[in-house]
């Protein structure tokens, strides 16, 4: 039997930051996550990929061909593939938006 690992750039609706030291944190916050509201609990980030990259396409795409390069299975969260943005005032989960198709 084979196995491989799954590569995903974000997980759920949820960027872990926990285990980084609070110096690693911050820089990662001041990058993808600098408003209170972007942030979870003072140690992740929640946050969808296109909204992270400040949707520049170029990145995007160069994020996207650097995960489809690694060994494994390569994981794109539902939304993602359309460059679904964050909407704090939509409903879903923590106000991520869930089917939320816009820019708010």
Do not use: H
Request: hydrophobic share 40%.
């Amino acid at each position: 039997m084979t196995f491989q690992w799954g590569m995903f750039l974000r997980n759920n609706d949820e960027l872990d930051l926990g285990r980084l030291t609070r110096t690693q944190r911050e820089t990662v916050f001041a990058a993808f996550g600098p408003e209170p509201t972007m942030q979870l609990y003072q140690r992740g980030i929640r946050r969808r990929l296109a909204p992270m990259l400040d949707g520049d396409r170029r990145r995007i795409e160069m994020a996207y061909s650097l995960m489809f390069t690694l060994p494994g299975a390569a994981v794109i969260r539902y939304g993602d593939e359309l460059g679904t943005a964050c909407c704090s005032k939509a409903t879903g989960i923590d106000g991520t938006g869930w089917g939320v198709w816009i820019t708010c």
